[in-house]
C-alpha cells in the first residue's frame, strides 16, 4: 500500500517537477512573511527580552527568561479583561445592528426596476469600501468636528471623537456608513439568481409585494444569509484595528480600545517595550480567533454545504 | 412604474388560475395590491435616494470644504469664498506629494509582484496532480487564518534588514491567499486541451502559462489586480509598524494624511494657514482618492464577478 503511494507520488513529482519553480516564490514569501513569525510567537514565554541591548534579535531572544507570566496577566488583569470585552462589546454591536442591514439594502436595490437607478445606488453605496479608514475618518472628524456641520444643523456643541459614551456607536455607525453597500453584493447576486417563475406565480396568487419578499426572497437567499453569519461570527475577535486605530484617543480608550490597538500600543505605540505581553495578547487573540473560524466554517459547511475554504 | 402596472393588466385575465391558490384574492383585494405595490415602489425609490445621498453627501461636502475660505461659519454643501488655497498649498507641499510618489511606487510594485507570484502558484496548483498538491494549500490556508502578529512581525523584519525600507511595505502583503484561490478556480476552469496540444507541440511550461493561460485568464488577472491596488494604496499599517518617524521620507499617503490631521497647526505661525488647515486636511484627502475614484469604474465592472466566484467553489 505504501509502495503504491511512493510510487505514484514519484511519478507526479518526475511529471511535474517542472511545475514547482512557479509555487516556489509563493512559498517563499509566505515563510519569510507568515511563518518565521509563527515561530516569533515564542516571544510570548520570555520575560524581559531586550532588543535594545542585544542588537540582534535572536541573541536578545536566546538571553531571555522563560516564562509564562504574561499569560497569567491576561486572566488576571483589569484592563486587559476590559479592552477583551470592548472587542467583544463592538463586534457583537457591529453584528446586531449591521449585519441585517445589507440584506435589506440588496431587497430594495434589486426592487427598484429602473436599470439605470439600480446600477447608480449600486455605484453610489459600493464606492466607500474602497477608500481607506484614514480617508473616512478624516471626513467624519470633519462632518462632525465641534464647529462643523452637523453640530451648526442640529445647534449642539457635541465632541463626537471626544465622547467615551458615544464612541462605540460612533464605530459601529461609521463601519456601516463605509461596509453596508458593499456586503449587499453577495445578497444582490443571490436575488437575482432565483427564479422569476415564482414571483409570477406569486403574483397570480394575488400576493403584495411585502408578500413575495417574505416568502420568495428571503426564504430563497436563506442558505447565503446564514453562511455570512457564521462567517462573520467567525470574525468576532477582530473588532476592526484599522478603522478603530484612526478613531480612537486617550479619553475614549476606555470604551473604545481593543485587543488589536492595545497590543500595538505597548509594543511599538505610545507605550512601546513590553514585547512579551503584547506578543501573549496577540497570541491568545490568535488562537481564540483560529478556533472561532475553523468551528463556524464547519457550522457553515454542515449547515449549507459551503464554507470560505 | 408604467411597466409595472402594465405586467399587472396582463396578470388579470388570468384571474381564474388565481383562485386555486390557498388564499384565494377577491377582486377588491386585487385592486388593493396594485395600490400596494405602486406605493412600494415610489418608498423604495425615495429610501433608495436618501441612501444614495448619504452616502454622496460627505463627499459634497468635504469638497465644499476644500474649496472654502476660513470665515467661522460652518461649510454645508456650497463653499465659502470660494479659493484654490487648500489645494494649491497641497500640490506645493512636498512631503504630501512624496508621499503620493511612494504610494504609488508601493502600489504599483506590489500589485505587479503580487499578482504574478499568485498567478504563477495559481498556474501550477491548478494542476490536479501536482505533488503535494494539498499540502501546499494547507500551507497557504493557515497563513489566510492565522499570523504571528506584530511584535513577531517587526522582528522578523529587522532580521532580514528591511525595517525603515520601502520593501517593508511592499513584502509583506505579497502572499494574497483569497486571491490565489480565485486565480485557481478560474485557472482550473480552462478546458485543458488548448494547454494539452501546447504540451504536445513542444512548448515549455512557461510558455503555455504566458502565451496560453495569462491571456485567456485576464478576466480573473484585472480583477485581482485592481483589488490588490486598492489594497495596497490604502494601506497604512505596514507603515505604521515597519517604519519609525526618522524615515518619513518613506511614508505612504495613508499615514501622511493621518498623521497629518493629528498634528496641530501653530496659532502663533502663519495665521492663514492655520485657519485653513482644517481645509486643507479635506483637499488632501480628496487628492488622495483620485486615483481609487480613476480605477472605481473597472473594480465596480469587475467586483460582483469576483464576489461570486470567490463564493461559487468552497
Not at chain 2, 467586483?303 to 468552497?314: E, H, I, L, M, Y
Amino acid at each position: 500500500m505504501k509502495d503504491a503511494f511512493d510510487k505514484t507520488l514519484k511519478a507526479k513529482w518526475k511529471k511535474n517537477k517542472s511545475l514547482v519553480p512557479f509555487v516556489l516564490p509563493a512559498i517563499v514569501f509566505g515563510v519569510l512573511f507568515s511563518y518565521l513569525p509563527m515561530v516569533g510567537l515564542l516571544i510570548a514565554f520570555k520575560d524581559n527580552i531586550n532588543f535594545i541591548r542585544y542588537d540582534n534579535p535572536i541573541q536578545a531572544f536566546l538571553a531571555a527568561d522563560w516564562t509564562v507570566k504574561h499569560f497569567q496577566k491576561i486572566f488576571s488583569d483589569p484592563e486587559i479583561l476590559k479592552y477583551i470585552a470592548n472587542t467583544l462589546i463592538i463586534s457583537v454591536l457591529k453584528i446586531v445592528i449591521l449585519f441585517p442591514l445589507p440584506v435589506v439594502l440588496a431587497v430594495m436595490i434589486t426592487e427598484a426596476q429602473n436599470r439605470g437607478f439600480s446600477k447608480a445606488t449600486q455605484m453610489a453605496v459600493f464606492l466607500p469600501h474602497f477608500l481607506s479608514w484614514v480617508v473616512i475618518t478624516g471626513i467624519f472628524k470633519s462632518i462632525l468636528a465641534l464647529d462643523g456641520p452637523v453640530n451648526r444643523l442640529f445647534g449642539t456643541e457635541i465632541f463626537w471623537f471626544g465622547e467615551d459614551k458615544l464612541f462605540r456607536w460612533l464605530v459601529v455607525f461609521m463601519s456601516g456608513w463605509k461596509e453596508i453597500g458593499y456586503s449587499s453584493i453577495v445578497y444582490v447576486s443571490a436575488i437575482l439568481a432565483i427564479d422569476p417563475n415564482l414571483y409570477e406565480a406569486a403574483k397570480l396568487d394575488g400576493a403584495g409585494k411585502f408578500r413575495q419578499i417574505w416568502s420568495i426572497t428571503i426564504p430563497s437567499i436563506l442558505p447565503t444569509i446564514i453562511t455570512m453569519l457564521i462567517i462573520r461570527v467567525g470574525y468576532l475577535m477582530d473588532a476592526g484595528f484599522d478603522q478603530i486605530y484612526t478613531m480612537i484617543s486617550s479619553t475614549t480608550r476606555n470604551s473604545g480600545e481593543i485587543i488589536g490597538t492595545y497590543v500595538y500600543r505597548i509594543s511599538l505605540g505610545e507605550n512601546a517595550g513590553q514585547y512579551g505581553l503584547s506578543t501573549a495578547v496577540g497570541l491568545f487573540n490568535g488562537v481564540v480567533a483560529l478556533l472561532l473560524i475553523l468551528i463556524t466554517n464547519k457550522i457553515a459547511k454542515k449547515a449549507t454545504g459551503t464554507g470560505i475554504y | 412604474m408604467e411597466e409595472i402596472m402594465k405586467t399587472e393588466e396582463m396578470v388579470a385575465p388570468e384571474e381564474p388560475i388565481a383562485e386555486k391558490a390557498l388564499t384565494p384574492p377577491t377582486a377588491p383585494k386585487k385592486t388593493m395590491h396594485i395600490h400596494e405595490n405602486r406605493v412600494f415602489h415610489i418608498v423604495n425609490y425615495i429610501l433608495l435616494t436618501l441612501i444614495v445621498l448619504l452616502c454622496l453627501v460627505p463627499f459634497v461636502n468635504i469638497i465644499a470644504k476644500a474649496l472654502s475660505t476660513y470665515t467661522g461659519k460652518a461649510v454645508f454643501l456650497l463653499p465659502h469664498e470660494i479659493t484654490w488655497y487648500n489645494f494649491s498649498y497641497v500640490f506645493t507641499n512636498w512631503p504630501y506629494f512624496r508621499s503620493f510618489l511612494v504610494s504609488a511606487g508601493v502600489t504599483l510594485c506590489g500589485t505587479a509582484l503580487s499578482v504574478g507570484v499568485m498567478f504563477a502558484a495559481a498556474y501550477a496548483l491548478s494542476k490536479q496532480d501536482f505533488p503535494l498538491r494539498k499540502g501546499v494549500m494547507v500551507f497557504f490556508i493557515i497563513i489566510m487564518l492565522f499570523s504571528g502578529g506584530i511584535v513577531p512581525n517587526f522582528f522578523v523584519m529587522k532580521m532580514l534588514g528591511l525595517l525603515n525600507t520601502p520593501l517593508a511595505l511592499v513584502f509583506p502583503s505579497v502572499v494574497q491567499v483569497y486571491n490565489l484561490i480565485l486565480l485557481k478556480n478560474y485557472v482550473e476552469g480552462v478546458p485543458r486541451e488548448i494547454e494539452e496540444s501546447a504540451h504536445i507541440d513542444g512548448a515549455t511550461n512557461l510558455q503555455v502559462m504566458v502565451k496560453i493561460l495569462i491571456p485567456v485568464s485576464l478576466p480573473a488577472i484585472a480583477s485581482v489586480a485592481l483589488f490588490t491596488a486598492v489594497t495596497y494604496w490604502n494601506n497604512y499599517f505596514n507603515a505604521l509598524i515597519y517604519l519609525s518617524p526618522s524615515s518619513e521620507q518613506f511614508y505612504p499617503l495613508a499615514l501622511f494624511i493621518n498623521n497629518y490631521i493629528n498634528s496641530a497647526a501653530n496659532e502663533l505661525g502663519d495665521l492663514t494657514y492655520y485657519h485653513q488647515k482644517s481645509f486643507i486636511e479635506m483637499a488632501m484627502i480628496i487628492v488622495s482618492i483620485i486615483p481609487i475614484l480613476a480605477v472605481y469604474p473597472f473594480v465596480a465592472k469587475f467586483f460582483v464577478r469576483g464576489v461570486t466566484v470567490g463564493s461559487v467553489k468552497g
